[in-house]
């Protein structure tokens, strides 16, 4: 499995590498970038099985890059993971058609997603 993780965080993109590398035995990569453009680009390079993708980062925030990455490949699977418990955005994120929302302070939530292997029918949001 190959993990791309976008945050403007240093400490988040560790923590959320190390849980994926702690509970995923099968993690064969993870990549990891600091904002939304370098997303959108290691996704055309590495084609991960995953993103895991913040919300709010510049110059180009998860939205804007996960409308980017879908436009690329419809099939991409992307979590947002966010500090915001916010309705608005868990709406604008099923609109948008990704694959799960999780909060960052609920981030074991994101193994059980990872693990299902994101099929269309299945969609979580946690936190």
């Known amino acids: 499995m190959r993990v791309l993780i976008a ?9 959320i590498e190390a ?4 509970h995923l035995k099968k ?3 993870v990549s990891q970038c600091s904002d939304g453009q370098q997303a959108v680009e290691r996704f055309r390079e590495l084609r991960p099985d995953w993103v895991l993708m913040d919300i709010e980062m510049d ?4 939205f804007t890059a ?3 990455i879908l436009s690329i490949d419809p099939e991409a699977r992307i979590i947002f993971v966010s500090q915001h418990d916010d309705r608005a955005y868990r709406e604008a994120a099923k609109e948008l058609g ?14 059980p997603l990872l693990r299902s292997g994101g099929g269309k029918k299945r969609k979580v949001e946690c936190g």
């Open 19 to 22: 849980l994926v590398r702690g």
């Open 59 to 62: 110059p180009m925030d998860g």
């Open 27 to 29: 993690t064969d990569e």
């Open 66 to 68: 996960s409308k980017e």
């Open 98 to 111: 990704v694959k799960g929302y999780v909060l960052k302070t609920d981030l074991l939530c994101l193994i």
């Open 7 to 15: 945050d403007d965080h240093a400490r988040m993109r560790g923590a």
